[in-house]
């Protein structure tokens, strides 16, 4: 058996979610039942991160133990010509130590938000989450600087999140303007359930004008879900990188 990493593309709106579900389709389902197709033996992705339903990628890593006599690129081009018609792209295919592994190897992740803000909604509305009101950018900049760094992030952490410690660390967080795009990078070793989405959902509040810098440090200092914003849709979140010490 050897060790396979695949980089991946995906387009979020055709799947619920990574994880493997009974019924509904999923990426590490969809993947590892065209893998099985090629080895004829039982195929296990491990990905970098469980992406929600709706979620996208243009970076997501994942890696499996394959029984292949072909090379990697003869994979990638196999796999591509099924997968891309169901919104799944094996941009990258290599063979890799057999001690690496994508999701504990990784030591950071980087998501990337778009909010298209507009009045007019747009034609890839899965792609972004359309905001009519008008928002200021530079305050909503302003408050996420306050959550880089180490913090208990008890108030942006969903309810069923299985974590075993709400304290994370943010390494970035860059909210900027382009045009009638706002878009938010966000960069941390990990991540709780739905902590980018909640954060960003809070986020829009400052930008309206519900909260100011002020009260948003409050939510953050407060550790309690209820005092902050809504979560905001799935529709414009892209896990875009995952970096490893090698």
Not at 73 to 100: M, P, T, W
Not at 110 to 117: A, G, K, R, V, W
Not at 208 to 232: H, N, P
Request: glycine share 6%.
């Amino acid at each position: 058996m050897k060790r396979y990493r695949f980089i991946l593309e995906y387009d979020g709106s055709q799947f619920f979610g990574w994880q493997r579900q009974p019924i509904e389709p999923t990426v590490q389902q969809t993947l590892e039942d065209q893998l099985i197709f090629f080895v004829k033996h039982p195929v296990k992705i491990h990905g970098a991160g469980r992406t929600d339903t709706g979620v996208h990628a243009t970076g997501q890593v994942a890696h499996t133990d394959l029984d292949y006599p072909h090379s990697p690129y003869r994979l990638q081009v196999a796999l591509n010509h099924f997968l891309i018609k169901k919104g799944l792209s094996v941009i990258s295919c290599e063979e890799i130590d057999q001690d690496f592994h994508s999701r504990y190897s990784a030591i950071s992740r980087e998501y990337e938000y778009n909010i298209l803000n507009r009045i007019a909604p747009g034609v890839w509305n899965a792609k972004v989450w359309h905001v009519a009101r008008p928002l200021n950018a530079e305050a909503m900049h302003e408050a996420a600087q306050q959550l880089v760094g180490t913090y208990d992030f008890s108030s942006f952490r969903d309810s069923k999140c299985q974590s075993k410690t709400p304290i994370k660390t943010l390494s970035q967080f860059c909210i900027e303007r382009r045009g009638e795009l706002i878009t938010a990078t966000i960069k941390a070793p990990s991540f709780l359930h739905h902590q980018v989405r909640i954060m960003i959902g809070t986020l829009k509040a400052v930008g309206v004008g519900m909260f100011s810098l002020d009260e948003f440090i409050k939510i953050r200092d407060a550790k309690d879900r209820t005092k902050a914003g809504a979560t905001a849709p799935s529709d414009g979140l892209t896990l875009t990188q995952v970096e490893y010490p090698y």
